[in-house]
Structure formats: C-alpha cells, structure tokens
C-alpha cells in the first residue's frame, strides 16, 4: 500500500488531498499545527515529528503556509515592506519547507518511484511578475522554489526515483484565500486536490526539480 504524508492537514487543501489520497486507497498521515502542535516554523518541532514517524512514505505533501500572519496583509507596494512581516513569510514559507526537506532522504524510500511536492505559489516565479506587489509574499515563494529546486539535485544522488517538486494549485477558494478572490475564479479546495494529485501521478524523475502548475503546464522561474 502506498502512504502518504500531507503536512499542513488541517488546511483546505491539506485537508481535500488526505481525503482524496485515503480515498485511493493510500495510508495517509497528517500532521498540523492545530491537530498536532506541528510548527513547521521550529526547527525542534519538525525534528521531533518527522523523527516520530515510522516507515517511509511514497507521498509526500508539503501544504502549508498562509499569506497574510499576525494580521500582515501583503504589501501593495515596496515602501509597505516590514521587517517583521517580511520575516514572519520567509520562516512559514521558505526556511518551514527547507526544515521538512533536510530529512527528506529519511522519509522516503531509496528503491521505487516517489514524489515530495511543496505547494508554492505563481506569484513566487519572478519571470512571469507583471504587476508588482506582494513583495515578501512572493519573495519567500521564490526561495522555497530554489530550495526545491536545489533539494531535487541533491535527492537524486541517493534516491534515483524520486520527484521533488514546488506545484501552484491555482486559486482555490479557503480562508487562505477568501479576502484576496475578487474577481479571480477559484476553485474547491477538493477540485485543487484533484488537480494536484493529477499532476504528481504523471511526473517521471525527468521532472524532478521542476516548477508546475494544477494543470501540469511548467511555470517558469
């Protein structure tokens, strides 16, 4: 049986692909800040998680993250930048996935195909930036894409058969989201997880590395 590790279950999406990995027929494990005291933020925490779990995991799902904390909307402009919330993005959103991708090679096994996906964001590719804005938001986007992207690399020396990937899952209408919708369409956070786990099912190692979005169409850097 496969399984499946989603770290940030207790969110929308996190939560919608737990569901639809467990309804395929996947063991699935779930780990979250509310349910667990899971902080991808602290370093001990994480180490104290993932050391707890057993066996290794054909799955792997890194969905958290949050675009507004302790009340920091995203900026509108570069001269809205603060330390602290600029900070705060960077720890959640870049350093929290780093910690989870440090013990990656234990998590998953070094024979047979498997797949490590952290949920980025198309805002965080810096070559498809039109309109500016969102400045720490779209930063911290951009580092966990390099650290995937460097993660891979490295993960292939040892683990032939994995796929390490940064996947956008488009717009989906949660709480995450809710403020920020306007007149873009969204989608259910289970129609998102539909999306992705379409996406990761068709990758080979070829596409280790790599940037996606829900419908499996390359984003670029």
Not at 47 to 76: C, Q, S, Y
Not at 119 to 133: E, K, Q
Not at 212 to 218: L, V
Request: with cysteine.
């Amino acid at each position: 049986m496969n399984r499946t590790l989603i770290l940030g279950a207790s969110g929308g999406i996190g939560r919608a692909l737990a569901a639809a990995c467990a309804a395929k027929g996947e063991e699935v494990v779930g780990l979250s800040r509310s349910g667990d005291g899971f902080d991808i933020t602290d370093e001990a925490s994480v180490a104290a998680h993932l050391g707890a779990l057993d066996g290794r995991f054909n799955r792997l799902v890194v969905a958290t993250g949050a675009l507004e904390i302790d009340g920091a909307e995203p900026e509108k402009t570069v001269k809205a930048i603060d330390k602290r919330a600029m900070m705060d993005q960077f720890a959640l959103n870049a350093v929290g996935p780093a910690l989870v991708i440090a013990r990656a090679q234990d998590l998953l096994p070094r024979e047979g195909r498997a797949v490590l996906a952290v949920l980025s964001a198309r805002v965080g590719s810096i070559g498809d930036n039109r309109i500016g804005g969102w400045i720490s938001y779209r930063s911290a986007k951009a580092a966990v894409n390099q650290i995937v992207h460097t993660a891979a690399i490295e993960l292939a020396r040892t683990h032939k058969e994995s796929i390490c990937v940064a996947l956008h899952p488009g717009t989906v209408a949660t709480p995450f989201t809710e403020k920020y919708l306007g007149r873009h369409p969204a989608v259910s956070p289970e129609e998102a997880a539909g999306n992705l786990l379409g996406v990761m099912d068709g990758l080979t190692p070829d596409d280790s590395g790599q940037f996606f979005d829900w419908a499996g169409k390359a984003v670029p850097w």
